[in-house]
Every structure is written in structure tokens, then in C-alpha cells.
């Protein structure tokens, strides 16, 4: 497969090279390949639906065709993969995709795990080391160092904003030792964002050292992501009639979105023909995306901190990539866009505790609310050219190619729960008034020593630091 870059087209590259380097150097762009092969029509339709590591080979084959060999590749998943996700109806048209199976309880590590042991497999051959640099707002570091906490060969550095991520995240993220190191940021998500981009485009700076990313920036943690797509999407197309009397069902897949990298992995799963309608994309006060979907201009700003603070990300990264594959015109048809303030993650975590029993995390209730309000009367309402103020919560004023399906009940929505509860349990308490339950593996975290360096929002300082620790 040949990769091409957000920025220049003209570029063409491996695999290897767009994991190791994570972005383009020279333009800043990020890593696309240049074509999705769908899978075989016999693979999609199989059934029962096939099983998820299965579905991870049969998706990622293409992608590194004729630079890691099939025994290899299948060896990657088993390792990565100890775990899978979960499909669950939590009422006749709603399902919940459970993605926090994993160690770190959070959907990144699926991305995270199978990009490690790439990563490792490329640089078996290397002499020096190769540092990983990452930005997060939540979950992303934890399951990065997670996954690459011993590895061989490999150093990670995790930036976090200090005071703006959750007491359970960020005990996650600032207990590691060894080969993995956190630093505790002065300032957002964005400005830890752009340290680390500035750090990969600093021409003396990788001089010196081999630098790759860790964010859903690298194609080896969005490739990933879009396995669960697939393998949700082909389960609820065979459950559905069982659940709900719809055959063959316009499935939506409702994304609580930051850095939109996972969208952008359902993006890509759609393209290789994941029986996938649509998208809703669901978010917080920090509305980048749904502005640029209802009016057209992207216009990046500050983030703010609120209460599903993963997605607390004011310029999106990955909006590159999607600005990259579709025309404004064409995301218009394949999403909705939602977005709620602090009150209605409150009220959108109770509503769904009340209503199915089910105890949802803040950035999973912002998906559950845009889809019961999509299905009861939301979308209608813009059918019947009611719009609305795309600066208030709710819904934004475009009307997606799928809306027909939904309005004559044909459609069902998948959720996207991608973290445990546990890991927002203030938030969660406060809207339903019970703790959610911890598991163990976030439990035995908090009596782990800190080890997080605090940081300015300086690059020189940051740049200093990276030269003389690495």
C-alpha cells in the first residue's frame, strides 16, 4: 500500500515509514493511504459475522501488504488483542458498543496496543531508539503508555494539562516508570498538542532524535480503530431483526468525537464496506467540527474544559484527514452533528441511567442524547425546515442522505461508549447518585507513586528537556 500526505499529494510512502515518522517533517501533513480496499462481499456476509480478531486481519492485510508477512501480522493482533469489544441493545434501536475491555479502560487501546507492537516490529532492526511523543486529553496517554510501557527499544513521552483531566486519568497517565514519562502541562490539550507538533517539525530537533507520534495523528492508531466498526456493524445487521423486527437496518454510528480521530476510523471501515449509513458526530462545548458542518468554514479556537473532557479539543487534527477525503458537501450527507454543554451531559447521563438501566460516561451520554434526539423529532424538526441556532446545544442544521431512514423507523443507532464509567466517577455520580462500579485494574492505579514532571506551555523549554532526559 502506498500513503500519500494530508498536504501534498504528491508524496508517496510505505508503512513503515508514515508509523515511524508519524507526519510528514516537511509539510506538516499527516498520513494517508491512497486507496480502502472493501473487503470480499463472502467475508462481510458471512455467517455468523466473523469474529473480531478476524476481522483485524482480514482489514489490516491490505494496508501492510509486502512489509510485514501474514504469520507476523496474525501474531500482532493475537498479542494485541487479549480482549474485544462488545455489542449490547440497550433499547429496540439503540446499541451500546462497549470499547473499554481493554486494560486502560478506554476505546484507545485498540489503536494503541496494535500500534506498539508495529512499531516494535519495525524497529527490531534499528540501533538507536525511537521516542514517541503524545498529546492527550484524557485517555490517549494512559493507553499509549499502557501499551508501550517495557517495550524494547522504544521511549514515550505523554503531555497532559495539568488540572483538566480526571483524578482516575490522571493517576493512569503519571504513574509510569521505566521507558515512559509524563509531563503535566501549564496550559490545554491544544497546547500540548502543539508542543509535540512543533517538536516533529523542528528540522534540528530530529537531528538529533528518531521522534514519532502516538495520537490518532498516526496512521497505526486510526487503522486500528476502524476494526471495532466493522465487527459492530456486521453484528448488529445480523441482531437486528431479533431485536427490533428491521431487516437489514441503515445502521448510524454515533461518535463522541475530540480529535476526530475515530470517526475518522469509521470513515475508513464505511470505505471498506462496514454496513454503515451514516455518522452522527456527537461532541461538547468545544463544537469545531458541527460549526464547520453547519456553516461550512473551519475555524479552530481555544478549548474549554468541561465535563467529557476527552473530547476538550479546540482545533481537531483529524479534521485534516476527513477535510482530505470528502468535500464539505459530501460530510454534510454522511453526518449529523450534536454537540451539549456541561447541563446536558448531566442530564443526558441520568436520562439514559433512568430511561435503559444503563450507567453511561460523559462522552457516551453525549452520543446516547444525539441519538434519542435524532430518532424523536430532532431530525423531523429540520425536515420541516424548523433549523434551530447551531450555536445553542442540540442539533446543527444539516440534513444527512440518511435522514429517510430514520424518520420511517428503519434505522438503528450504535453507541459508542468509550470509556469505562469508573473513570469519570464524580460526573456520573453527580447525575445518577450512586458511584459506578470500579473495576479492579483502575482500582490498583490508585495506590500507584506520581511520577509526572510539571511543564510550562514553552517549547524552548519542552525542546530543552527533550535533549538533555532523551
Given at each position: 500500500?502506498?500513503?500519500?500526505?494530508?498536504?501534498?499529494?504528491?508524496?508517496?510512502?510505505?508503512?513503515?515509514?508514515?508509523?515511524?515518522?508519524?507526519?510528514?517533517?516537511?509539510?506538516?501533513?499527516?498520513?494517508?493511504?491512497?486507496?480502502?480496499?472493501?473487503?470480499?462481499?463472502?467475508?462481510?456476509?458471512?455467517?455468523?459475522?466473523?469474529?473480531?480478531?478476524?476481522?483485524?486481519?482480514?482489514?489490516?492485510?491490505?494496508?501492510?501488504?509486502?512489509?510485514?508477512?501474514?504469520?507476523?501480522l496474525a501474531a500482532i493482533i493475537q498479542d494485541a488483542y487479549p480482549f474485544a469489544a462488545k455489542v449490547l441493545p440497550i433499547d429496540p434501536t439503540a446499541y451500546v458498543l462497549e470499547l473499554f475491555h481493554g486494560p486502560t479502560c478506554a476505546f484507545k487501546d485498540f489503536g494503541a496496543r496494535f500500534m506498539a507492537r508495529v512499531m516494535s516490529y519495525f524497529n527490531r532492526t534499528e540501533d538507536t531508539r525511537l521516542h514517541i511523543l503524545v498529546a492527550t486529553s484524557g485517555d490517549t496517554?494512559?493507553?499509549?503508555?499502557?501499551?508501550?510501557?517495557?517495550?524494547?527499544?522504544?521511549?514515550?513521552?505523554?503531555?497532559?494539562?495539568?488540572?483538566?483531566?480526571?483524578?482516575?486519568?490522571?493517576?493512569?497517565?503519571?504513574?509510569?516508570?521505566?521507558?515512559?514519562?509524563?509531563?503535566?502541562?501549564?496550559?490545554?490539550?491544544?497546547?500540548?498538542?502543539?508542543?509535540?507538533?512543533?517538536?516533529?517539525?523542528?528540522?534540528?530537533?530530529?537531528?538529533?532524535?528518531?521522534?514519532?507520534?502516538?495520537?490518532?495523528?498516526?496512521?497505526?492508531?486510526?487503522?486500528?480503530?476502524?476494526?471495532?466498526?466493522?465487527?459492530?456493524?456486521?453484528?448488529?445487521?445480523?441482531?437486528?431483526?431479533?431485536?427490533?423486527?428491521?431487516?437489514?437496518?441503515?445502521?448510524?454510528?454515533?461518535?463522541?468525537?475530540?480529535?476526530?480521530?475515530?470517526?475518522?476510523?469509521?470513515?475508513?471501515?464505511?470505505?471498506?464496506?462496514?454496513?454503515?449509513?451514516?455518522?452522527?458526530?456527537?461532541?461538547?462545548?468545544?463544537?469545531?467540527?458541527?460549526?464547520?458542518?453547519?456553516?461550512?468554514?473551519?475555524?479552530?479556537?481555544?478549548?474549554?474544559?468541561?465535563?467529557?473532557?476527552?473530547?476538550?479539543?479546540?482545533?481537531?487534527?483529524?479534521?485534516?484527514?476527513?477535510?482530505?477525503?470528502?468535500?464539505?458537501?459530501?460530510?454534510?450527507?454522511?453526518?449529523?452533528?450534536?454537540?451539549?454543554?456541561?447541563?446536558?451531559?448531566?442530564?443526558?447521563?441520568?436520562?439514559?441511567?433512568?430511561?435503559?438501566?444503563?450507567?453511561?460516561?460523559?462522552?457516551?451520554?453525549?452520543?446516547?442524547?444525539?441519538?434519542?434526539?435524532?430518532?424523536?423529532?430532532?431530525?423531523?424538526?429540520?425536515?420541516?425546515?424548523?433549523?434551530?441556532?447551531?450555536?445553542?446545544?442540540?442539533?446543527?442544521?444539516?440534513?444527512?442522505?440518511?435522514?429517510?431512514?430514520?424518520?420511517?423507523?428503519?434505522?438503528?443507532?450504535?453507541?459508542?461508549?468509550?470509556?469505562?464509567?469508573?473513570?469519570?466517577?464524580?460526573?456520573?455520580?453527580?447525575?445518577?447518585?450512586?458511584?459506578?462500579?470500579?473495576?479492579?485494574?483502575?482500582?490498583?492505579?490508585?495506590?500507584?507513586?506520581?511520577?509526572?514532571?510539571?511543564?510550562?506551555?514553552?517549547?524552548?523549554?519542552?525542546?530543552?528537556?527533550?535533549?538533555?532526559?532523551?
Amino acid at each position: 500500500m502506498i500513503y500519500t500526505d494530508t498536504r501534498d499529494k504528491s508524496v508517496k510512502t510505505d508503512f513503515k515509514n508514515a508509523v515511524m515518522n508519524g507526519m510528514n517533517e516537511a509539510t506538516g501533513g499527516l498520513y494517508l493511504p491512497v486507496a480502502f480496499p472493501a473487503l470480499p462481499p463472502e467475508f462481510i456476509n458471512k455467517t455468523p459475522e466473523p469474529n473480531f480478531r478476524d476481522i483485524a486481519f482480514a482489514m489490516a492485510k491490505p494496508y501492510v501488504a509486502d512489509e510485514i508477512p501474514d504469520a507476523d501480522l496474525a501474531a500482532i493482533i493475537q498479542d494485541a488483542y487479549p480482549f474485544a469489544a462488545k455489542v449490547l441493545p440497550i433499547d429496540p434501536t439503540a446499541y451500546v458498543l462497549e470499547l473499554f475491555h481493554g486494560p486502560t479502560c478506554a476505546f484507545k487501546d485498540f489503536g494503541a496496543r496494535f500500534m506498539a507492537r508495529v512499531m516494535s516490529y519495525f524497529n527490531r532492526t534499528e540501533d538507536t531508539r525511537l521516542h514517541i511523543l503524545v498529546a492527550t486529553s484524557g485517555d490517549t496517554g494512559s493507553a499509549v503508555g499502557s501499551a508501550f510501557h517495557h517495550v524494547p527499544g522504544l521511549d514515550v513521552t505523554i503531555l497532559y494539562p495539568d488540572g483538566k483531566i480526571s483524578p482516575l486519568q490522571e493517576k493512569q497517565l503519571s504513574t509510569f516508570d521505566d521507558n515512559v514519562r509524563a509531563l503535566k502541562v501549564d496550559g490545554t490539550f491544544d497546547d500540548c498538542q502543539k508542543l509535540v507538533k512543533t517538536a516533529f517539525t523542528d528540522a534540528q530537533l530530529r537531528g538529533k532524535l528518531r521522534l514519532s507520534s502516538a495520537n490518532s495523528i498516526n496512521i497505526a492508531r486510526l487503522l486500528p480503530q476502524s476494526f471495532y466498526y466493522m465487527y459492530a456493524a456486521l453484528a448488529v445487521r445480523n441482531q437486528s431483526w431479533r431485536v427490533n423486527k428491521i431487516e437489514n437496518p441503515a445502521i448510524i454510528a454515533v461518535v463522541p468525537s475530540g480529535n476526530f480521530g475515530n470517526l475518522t476510523s469509521g470513515l475508513i471501515a464505511r470505505e471498506m464496506g462496514a454496513p454503515i449509513a451514516g455518522f452522527v458526530a456527537a461532541t461538547n462545548t468545544n463544537r469545531t467540527v458541527p460549526d464547520w458542518i453547519a456553516t461550512g468554514t473551519y475555524a479552530p479556537r481555544p478549548s474549554v474544559t468541561t465535563y467529557a473532557n476527552a473530547m476538550d479539543v479546540g482545533a481537531p487534527s483529524n479534521y485534516e484527514r476527513i477535510a482530505a477525503l470528502y468535500d464539505i458537501e459530501t460530510v454534510r450527507g454522511l453526518f449529523a452533528s450534536y454537540w451539549l454543554d456541561n447541563d446536558g451531559i448531566i442530564s443526558a447521563i441520568k436520562d439514559c441511567f433512568t430511561r435503559t438501566g444503563y450507567t453511561i460516561d460523559p462522552h457516551g451520554a453525549v452520543a446516547w442524547k444525539a441519538w434519542d434526539d435524532i430518532r424523536n423529532g430532532a431530525l423531523q424538526s429540520l425536515k420541516d425546515g424548523k433549523k434551530g441556532d447551531f450555536t445553542k446545544p442540540g442539533l446543527t442544521p444539516n440534513l444527512p442522505a440518511w435522514a429517510d431512514s430514520v424518520l420511517d423507523k428503519q434505522a438503528v443507532g450504535i453507541i459508542l461508549e468509550t470509556a469505562h464509567p469508573a473513570k469519570f466517577g464524580a460526573t456520573v455520580t453527580q447525575a445518577i447518585g450512586r458511584e459506578p462500579a470500579i473495576p479492579d485494574r483502575l482500582e490498583k492505579v490508585m495506590h500507584l507513586q506520581d511520577r509526572a514532571i510539571p511543564m510550562k506551555n514553552d517549547y524552548p523549554q519542552f525542546k530543552d528537556w527533550l535533549l538533555a532526559t532523551l
